[in-house]
């Protein structure tokens, strides 16, 4: 079983940034394919950033050049880095982990981007 916490939300200015991180427990951390995904008002939840084990990364055409997914496997901690943001970007952010058949969802922790 892992469970994922999420931190590093809150208020930002546009143009601004943030940096989530999301601490897993368990064992076998560096295995999972992690992800960070998010769901806005009224909206469907979709993918924004993915990491695997071997660390190849992939992200959403929206945040492609503003924001950056990193994992650190000792720390059991994954990252997203999160810059020049704009208003779009307000959602609930969630970390994701896949080891088929595991998947684990965190709490989310909301972004909002306002002036």
């Known amino acids: 079983q892992v469970q994922l916490v999420e931190s590093g939300g809150g208020l930002v200015q546009p143009g601004g940034s943030l940096r989530l991180s999301c601490a897993g427990s368990g064992t076998f951390f560096s295995i999972y394919t992690m992800g960070w995904y998010r769901q806005a008002p009224g909206k469907q939840r979709e993918r924004v950033a993915v990491i695997t084990s071997g660390s190849f990364t992939s992200y959403a055409d929206s945040v492609k050049g503003r924001f950056s997914i990193s994992r650190d496997n000792a720390k059991s901690t994954v990252y997203l880095q999160m810059n020049n943001l704009q208003s779009e970007d307000t959602a609930v952010y969630y970390c994701?982990?896949?080891?088929?058949?595991?998947?684990?969802w965190g709490q989310g922790t909301q972004v909002a981007v306002s002036s």
């Open positions: 994701h982990a896949i080891y088929p058949p595991y998947d684990y």
